[in-house]
């Protein structure tokens, strides 16, 4: 296998790992407002990927891959509001720990590497097209 489609196969797996991030960040918008349906329940807890590398056996490549996806275990905001069917005893109802700034921060960086990853994978299969004609 040449190193080219090495290359190609690192980014694909790269783009990969990036597409199901933007998919876990969508989640997480989407659902910035949900909270509890119960008396003192959890709101939606925000969730993170866990990256992993791996080796290929096939090409020798190290690529990467989503291992798991994790809930974020950071604090919920709470908010004053007695009169709220999910509000606990103490009159507060907990809200999601969802940032909509950091998730657009991180919405940008997993756009940017995905679009980093697919230049890679041009460029290679740029590069075997110009070595194919060079051997014709």
């Known amino acids: ?10 980014a694909v797996s790269g783009m990969k790992a990036q597409a199901e991030r933007l998919r876990l960040i969508s989640e997480n918008m989407a659902n910035a407002d949900s909270i509890a349906t119960t008396p003192g329940g959890e709101p939606y807890r ?5 990256f992993k590398n791996y080796l290929d ?3 020798g490549a190290e690529l990467v891959k989503v291992e798991k996806v994790v809930k ?3 604090p919920f905001e709470k908010k004053y509001e007695p009169n709220h069917p ?9 809200l999601p720990n969802v940032n909509p700034l950091i998730e657009m921060m ?4 997993a756009q940017r590497t995905y679009e980093a990853n697919l230049n890679v994978m041009k460029t290679a299969r740029d590069m075997n097209s110009k070595v194919l004609d060079l051997l014709k």
């Open 86 to 94: 999910a509000a606990d005893e103490q009159g507060y109802v907990s």
């Open 106 to 109: 991180d919405m940008k960086e």
């Open 57 to 59: 056996e096939a090409n």
């Open 1 to 10: 296998m040449s190193n080219l489609t090495v290359a190609a196969d690192i």
């Open 46 to 50: 925000r969730q993170v990927p866990v």
């Open 72 to 74: 974020d275990q950071s």
